[in-house]
């Protein structure tokens, strides 16, 4: 996301644009915005780690009359100027339509979460269930959270393969998280009993796209990170311009046979 913010800035070389990481930490992120707020910007662009304790300081912003884009994970309530992102239930439910097709409506799944907190976990959770619910055969056996993080992954599906001697998919919310989870059942030489679906698609050589094409995952879906679009409607709000206040970003399917 920051790389196609940074990308797309130079388009526009009237903004000047200062990132800060919060290295998923909540109270950090709120310590940001606070002293962006005391800066002086003319707006703000937040992916939020969470979306409740961040809820508080993106509405402090917004009734500043600053205007505020909100990118990928949502907050409470409706005090931002634009919120831009895929939809995460949505795309829960296309994967959970793959898993249904890949096991025949029948076996046992692994989902290994994402942050506890974020829309983007609960909704991705959420839209799979929905869609496995057509599957009476299909039963998660193991729900572990991984907090994004491929070597939490890895410690987690270790956990899972100790329990469970017939594991036939790991769904994971993100690339790394499935990524992770491979690579411990490889560790465990259990690769081949099961598939592995990501969500995410994000390309380079760490990415899920390579994962799919090399054959550690079976799938992933594309989650557009939002940056160049955030990018274009800010300079279209700084403007002056009107803009729509929800922008859903559109999703794919990735699998080796995907050109």
Same mark, same amino acid.
Request: glycine share 8%; aromatic share 6%; proline share 5%.
């Given at each position: 996301?920051?790389?196609?913010?940074?990308?797309?800035?130079?388009?526009?070389?009237?903004?000047?644009?200062?990132?800060?990481?919060?290295?998923?930490?909540?109270?950090?992120?709120?310590?940001?915005?606070?002293?962006?707020?005391?800066?002086?910007?003319?707006?703000?662009?937040?992916?939020?780690?969470?979306?409740?304790?961040?809820?508080?300081?993106?509405?402090?912003?917004?009734?500043?009359?600053?205007?505020?884009? +909100?990118?990928?994970?949502? +907050?409470?309530?409706?005090?931002?100027?634009?919120?831009?992102?895929?939809?995460?239930?949505?795309?829960?439910?296309?994967?959970?339509?793959?898993?249904?097709?890949?096991?025949?409506?029948?076996?046992?799944? +692994?989902?290994?979460?994402?942050?506890?907190?974020?829309?983007?976990?609960?909704?991705?959770?959420?839209?799979?269930?929905?869609?496995?619910?057509?599957?009476?055969?299909?039963?998660?056996?193991?729900?572990?959270?991984?907090?994004?993080?491929?070597?939490?992954?890895?410690?987690?599906?270790?956990?899972?393969?100790?329990?469970?001697?017939?594991?036939?998919?790991?769904?994971?919310?993100?690339?790394?998280?499935?990524?992770?989870?491979?690579?411990?059942?490889?560790?465990?030489?259990?690769?081949?009993?099961?598939?592995?679906?990501?969500?995410?698609?994000?390309?380079?050589?760490?990415?899920?796209?390579?994962? +799919?094409?090399?054959?550690?995952?079976?799938?992933?879906?594309?989650?557009?990170?939002?940056?160049?679009?955030?990018?274009?409607?800010?300079?279209?709000?700084?403007?002056?311009?009107?803009?729509?206040?929800?922008?859903?970003?559109?999703?794919?399917?990735?699998?080796?046979?995907?050109?």
């Amino acid at each position: 996301m920051n790389a196609e913010v940074a990308a797309r800035a130079k388009d526009f070389p009237q903004m000047e644009i200062v990132f800060a990481d919060a290295q998923q930490d909540n109270a950090r992120q709120v310590a940001d915005v606070e002293t962006f707020l005391r800066q002086g910007i003319n707006l703000l662009m937040i992916s939020p780690n969470e979306a409740k304790p961040l809820t508080a300081v993106v509405r402090k912003a917004y009734e500043s009359r600053i205007p505020v884009i +909100v990118i990928d994970r949502a +907050v409470e309530g409706d005090t931002y100027t634009v919120f831009i992102g895929a939809d995460n239930r949505l795309i829960g439910r296309e994967a959970g339509k793959l898993i249904g097709d890949i096991l025949g409506g029948k076996g046992d799944i +692994v989902e290994i979460k994402g942050l506890p907190g974020s829309p983007p976990a609960r909704d991705r959770s959420e839209g799979m269930r929905e869609a496995i619910a057509a599957f009476p055969g299909i039963r998660i056996v193991h729900d572990p959270v991984a907090n994004w993080l491929r070597e939490e992954a890895m410690t987690q599906m270790e956990i899972a393969l100790a329990a469970h001697d017939r594991i036939d998919l790991v769904y994971a919310h993100n690339d790394p998280m499935a990524i992770g989870a491979y690579l411990a059942a490889k560790a465990k030489g259990r690769d081949r009993e099961m598939k592995f679906i990501g969500i995410d698609a994000l390309p380079g050589p760490d990415g899920g796209r390579q994962a +799919v094409a090399d054959g550690r995952l079976e799938a992933t879906f594309v989650y557009p990170t939002g940056g160049r679009q955030a990018v274009e409607l800010a300079a279209q709000i700084l403007a002056g311009e009107k803009v729509e206040r929800h922008v859903t970003l559109p999703t794919e399917k990735i699998t080796k046979a995907t050109k």
